[in-house]
């Protein structure tokens, strides 16, 4: 538990760390030349800094350092290569950290950053288990008021945030995956409660989400027997666009 507090006050540990991370930044540009024992150790302090971004004593200092933004050039690469992939997983992990902390300085400094526009490319191309971190992250965002106005503030933002979810929902619908459509939901029933947005979502609720999960043959039937409190979620979602 006092791991953080330790790595952020020894002296030059935390530079150390920083240097590791920059280190590989020459290896991201094309043609990508990372290799996986090289994606192995930046992870590890990957690691050491996702302890730190998780502690409440050096989460504020965290931020103050700006040092989730080191983190950004891997979550902007688009190879699918191995050490890519295991390197934008692992950074997400450290952002997703940071936002299940509920604080408003965590929302706010990633409001002020391309935190949403990375996570949403990831939603979009991404294998599953990075689409999930990413998607709650974008979650997380959304439960903050501040996150919800962000969003919802421009209907450019909100179109991005909705189609991407609506695309998300069509893969779900040939690959189920209960955890995924778990977070999927949590963000659109969260934009319902955005009077805009819920204008919105009457016309760009993808039908899938509009049938009765009772029906059974539905394209999701499957996932939402397999998670009853997500099912519940679609009789409020339904109540809100309409």
């Known amino acids: ?28 540009s094309p043609p990508p030349t990372l290799t996986q024992p090289a994606a192995n ?62 604080g408003a300085e965590v929302t706010n400094f990633l409001l002020q950053t391309e935190i949403i526009p990375l996570c949403l490319r990831i939603m979009e191309r991404e294998g599953e288990l990075s689409k999930t971190v990413a998607t709650f992250i974008v979650q997380k965002l959304l439960m903050d008021d501040a996150g919800l ?10 179109y991005e945030v909705s189609s991407v979810l ?9 690959f189920p995956s209960s955890r995924l459509l778990k977070h999927v939901m949590r963000c659109y029933l969260r934009l319902s409660d955005n009077s805009r947005a819920r204008e919105a979502l009457r016309q760009c609720l993808p039908e899938s989400l509009q049938v009765d999960p ?8 499957r996932c939402l027997r397999e998670d009853a ?14």
Request: include cysteine.
């Open 149 to 158: 106005a962000h969003i919802c503030g421009t209907a450019e933002r909100f």
């Open 1 to 28: 538990a006092d791991l953080a507090p330790v790595l952020w006050h020894s002296f030059g540990t935390v530079v150390a760390l920083i240097q590791e991370i920059v280190r590989v930044y020459p290896l991201l």
């Open 41 to 102: 150790r930046v992870c590890n302090s990957l690691a050491l800094m996702q302890c730190v971004a998780s502690h409440p004593e050096t989460r504020p200092l965290f931020l103050r350092a700006h040092i989730p933004l080191l983190l950004y050039p891997f979550l902007n690469t688009v190879s699918k290569d191995r050490p890519f992939e295991y390197l934008r997983l692992t950074s997400l992990g450290v952002i997703g950290a940071l936002v299940k902390t509920d």
């Open 166 to 174: 609506a695309k998300m929902v069509a893969t779900l619908e040939q």
């Open 229 to 242: 409190i997500t099912a519940k979620w679609l009789a409020p979602l339904h109540q809100n666009p309409t």
């Open 214 to 221: 009772a029906v059974p043959g539905g394209p999701l039937a």
